[in-house]
């Protein structure tokens, strides 16, 4: 069983910056594939970034050059740092880990681009 509890999420103005993290707990984070995913107003999830447990990098088109995943396998904790935000970046953003074909979500962290 793998537990992730985000954190970071805030009220920040149009092109701040901000940095999300997730803390794991039940499994090691480098044999951890890992996750950040969003969701807007609407019913779909979004996949933002992924890095696999051999350090393969995944961004989706909308947040390329802006955001980075990385994760520290020493604290156990994955990180999304985010510039350039958007009013469109608006959403909650979620943590997930996949391992052995099991799949685990963390409760959500709230971001808004505001001013």
């Known amino acids: 069983q793998v537990q992730l509890v985000e954190s970071g999420g805030c009220l920040v103005p149009p092109g701040g910056s901000l940095v999300l993290s997730c803390a794991a707990s039940g499994s090691m984070l480098s044999t951890l594939s890992m996750y950040w995913y969003r969701q807007g107003p609407g019913p779909q999830r979004e996949i933002v970034a992924a890095i696999t447990s051999v350090g393969r990098l995944v961004y989706s088109d909308s947040v390329k050059g802006r955001f980075a995943i990385s994760k520290d396998n020493a604290t156990n904790t994955a990180y999304l740092q985010m510039t350039s935000l958007k009013p469109e970046d608006t959403a909650v953003y979620y943590c997930?880990?996949?391992?052995?074909?099991?799949?685990?979500w963390g409760q959500g962290t709230q971001v808004t681009v505001s001013s």
């Open positions: 997930k880990a996949a391992l052995n074909g099991e799949i685990y």
